[in-house]
């Protein structure tokens, strides 16, 4: 069975850089799936940040494509996630998941954007 | 981007009773791709229903989906327990972005 595992900082200073990673683990990342990130927030509920292929192609959500990047690391199974220029609004539960529609997901990582 | 709405934004119920969820979309669903979650607090969201209609492996019958075009339903036709939580519709069809409905409550009345 696909475990997914988000992992990084819980705390990032506004107008710096959020990485996250997931790592997959039961399953190989170059199965053929979409590999997404989706973020949880009070206020906008859940929005889909992107996805990234094994093979490295990617398409991100047009209201974040300026900020964000995508990365895989077939070799490690795990892939990743940079947002940039955070500000407060980007305070939320960041999940990864697997393929569309989106299953599994991982358990979340909370990050919160503040000085 | 296509918008989804729910309604009701909450239901309050009894254990044993039918619950009826909707999601209506901005635009035509491609392909009837649009799927059903279900969300506990403090857990991620899990996927319930897919194309519409089919279940996910692992889920009990008394859920079920419908709908086609814009207008599309959740149906649990005798609520358990765990059943009470948030409900969110997602489209994955061919216009990104992929976007996600408000989300309606479940509530034990």
């Known amino acids: 069975q696909v475990h997914l595992q988000e992992s990084g900082p819980g705390l990032v200073k506004p107008s710096e850089t959020l990485s996250l990673t997931c790592s997959v683990s039961g399953g190989s990342i170059s199965s053929g799936y979409y590999w997404n990130w989706i973020r949880q927030t009070p206020g906008k509920g859940l929005e889909w940040i992107g996805y990234?292929?094994?093979?490295?192609?990617?398409n991100y959500n047009p209201s974040l494509k300026s900020r964000v990047t995508m990365s895989v690391d077939t070799s490690k199974n795990l892939f990743s996630m940079n947002l940039s220029s955070v500000t407060a609004a980007d305070t939320a539960v960041y999940y990864c998941a697997r393929g569309i529609p989106f299953d599994p997901w991982g358990q979340g990582t909370l990050v919160i954007v503040s000085s | 981007e296509i918008v989804l709405t729910q309604s009701p934004g909450s239901l309050s119920l009894s254990p044993g009773q039918r619950a009826t969820l909707s999601c209506r979309a901005s635009q035509s669903v491609s392909s009837t791709y649009l799927a059903w979650y279900q969300q506990r607090p403090g857990q991620a969201p899990r996927l319930l229903i897919y194309?519409?209609?089919r279940r996910a492996p692992g889920i009990p019958d008394r859920f079920s989906g419908s709908g086609s075009g814009t207008d599309f339903s959740l149906t649990i036709s005798r609520l358990e327990p765990e059943d009470f939580a948030m409900y969110y519709c997602?489209?994955?069809?061919?216009?990104?972005?992929?976007?996600f409905g408000q989300g309606t409550k479940v509530e034990i009345k």
């Open positions: 990234i292929y094994f093979t490295g192609s990617t």
């Open positions: 997602q489209q994955y069809g061919s216009s990104l972005p992929w976007t």
């Open positions: 194309d519409a209609s």
